[in-house]
Each structure stands twice: as C-alpha cells, then as structure tokens.
C-alpha cells in the first residue's frame, strides 16, 4: 500500500478535527450518556477511506488523554482500537452495493454504533464496576446520536457537495 500526501492529510485533519471536538464539547463527551460529536466523523471512512480511521483513532487517543475516568491510559488505548475498528468497518460496510446506496452507508454507521457500545461500555463498566447493561445502554444512546442521526447526516450532506458541478 502506497502512503501518498492525500492519506496523510486526511489522517492529520481527522485527528485534529476529532481531538478538538472532543476537548472543546467535554462536558458531553465524557459522561455516561457520551454524545461525542466527534464520533459523526467516523461514517466519513466510507467517503475518504481507510485515512479517516487512522485519524480518528489517533484523535481518540489524543483527546482521551484528558478523560476523567479512572484509568486514562485504558481509555486513549481502548478508544482509539474501538474508532479505528468502527471506522474501518463501517468504511467496509458503507461501500457494499446493495439496493440503495444510502441503505449501506446507514448499516455502516450501525455497526459503527454497535462497535463503539461494546468496546467502550464494556471498558467503562470493568473500570467504574458499574453495570455493564448501564454503559452499553448509555453509550449506545449516545453513539446513535453522534454517528447515526449526525453522522449519517454529515455523509448525506458531503455526498451532495461532493455531487455539485463548481461554479468556479
């Protein structure tokens, strides 16, 4: 696989833009009910690619630095792996040719969700030894907003302006 300066760009961008979200909406992105709203960055990886994985894995890891949950260490860890596998599969899954374009990338983005609820529930409840069934739930909840409803959103308004002709 050839690393061309597209790939690296988009991973730069990716991770920055995922980091800063994180950060900046805090108060919403480390709680029980996490709606990260950078996790609606995810579904891109079925528009740009594998680039969009790596970078939202590492901006995980990045802004998971500044979690507050007890162990810091296992969220930038663990975080990061369930991005990178959520993006990676829903960039899989999204590409599948099945009856309408738009159903495919809707199934990437669910099993983005489904990806994320049980990486990050499951390390959430075996670090505050709070029920697993809470963290699933509220992670899930969550991750339906972020990159379901936002996320999903996001692909349909990129898909359109990817479509336009320039007027320039």
């Known amino acids: ?12 961008v990716f991770a920055a833009l995922y980091a800063v979200l994180v950060l900046v909406l805090a108060g919403i992105s480390f709680q029980l009910v996490q709606v990260r709203v950078a996790d609606a960055l995810i579904p891109l990886s079925i528009l740009f690619g594998w680039p969009v994985a790596l970078g939202v894995a590492a901006g995980g890891a990045i802004a998971n630095f500044a979690s507050p949950m007890p162990s810091a260490l296992t969220d930038v860890t663990f975080g990061s792996i369930a991005n990178l596998i959520a993006s990676l599969l829903a960039w899989r899954i999204g590409r599948w040719k099945i009856m309408a374009k738009s159903a495919s990338e809707f199934l990437g983005c669910l099993a983005a969700t489904v990806v994320v609820t049980i990486i990050v529930g499951t390390y959430l409840a075996i670090l505050t030894e709070m029920e697993l069934w809470v963290w699933w739930l509220g992670i899930g909840v969550g991750s339906l907003i972020s990159i379901n409803i936002l996320g999903y959103a996001l692909i349909q308004v990129m898909r359109r302006v990817q479509a336009e002709p320039s007027t320039t």
């Open 1 to 12: 696989m050839k690393l061309h300066s597209r790939d690296l760009a988009l991973i730069a």
